[in-house]
């Protein structure tokens, strides 16, 4: 069985993925998003550079987490990185939101365009296709509206996000 072999940072992104361990366990956390346990020691482990393969794992830990009363160790992460409080810091947190809820209809839209039931069967139509790189546009857009807020909050001149609204 392996276990965590030092003190866990929750300034870190490694820390962020420790602290799934130490609130829901490294096999309860990896089952949530469909990894294995070692899967998540990695992306605890600083020396491996190793990050959670999607932003929606993340997210999902988090709601985990908050499920079981502890803050959520991602979101209080991006907010380190932001620089703390501030109207930027509360855009931040609004646009991540509304990013899972983006990328969760992108992942729908291409599932549904796959679907053997669906017009095109398993190929994908003209019409899919404007559907799916419409979401994708909505993903990256609000992806872009992050790296602003990001870049406002650290003292560049990036405009920070302002009403990012969800579908």
């Known amino acids: 069985m392996m276990t965590l072999q030092k003190k866990v940072n929750p300034l870190t992104r490694s820390g962020v993925a420790g602290l799934y361990i130490e609130i829901l366990g490294a096999?309860?956390?990896?089952?949530?998003?469909?990894?294995?346990?070692?899967?998540?020691?990695?992306?605890a482990n600083d020396e491996h550079e190793y990050v959670l393969p999607s932003i929606d794992y993340y997210v999902e830990l988090d709601r985990a987490c908050v499920e079981r009363g502890y803050p959520a160790p991602f979101a209080s992460w991006l907010l380190h990185k932001v620089g703390g409080e501030g109207?930027?810091?509360e855009d931040l947190t609004d646009a991540m939101l509304v990013l899972h809820s983006k990328t969760s209809h992108l992942t729908d839209t291409i599932r549904k365009s796959q679907a053997p039931d669906g017009p095109g069967g398993t190929n994908v139509t003209p019409n899919e296709k404007a559907d799916i790189f419409k979401a994708i546009?909505?993903?990256?857009?609000?992806?872009n509206n992050i790296k602003s807020t990001v870049e406002y909050s650290c003292g560049t001149k990036a405009i920070p996000i302002r009403g990012v609204a969800a579908e």
């Open 27 to 43: 096999k309860e956390a990896a089952a949530k998003i469909g990894l294995k346990a070692p899967t998540l020691y990695n992306a």
């Open 87 to 89: 109207q930027a810091v």
């Open 137 to 143: 546009t909505g993903v990256n857009d609000v992806m």
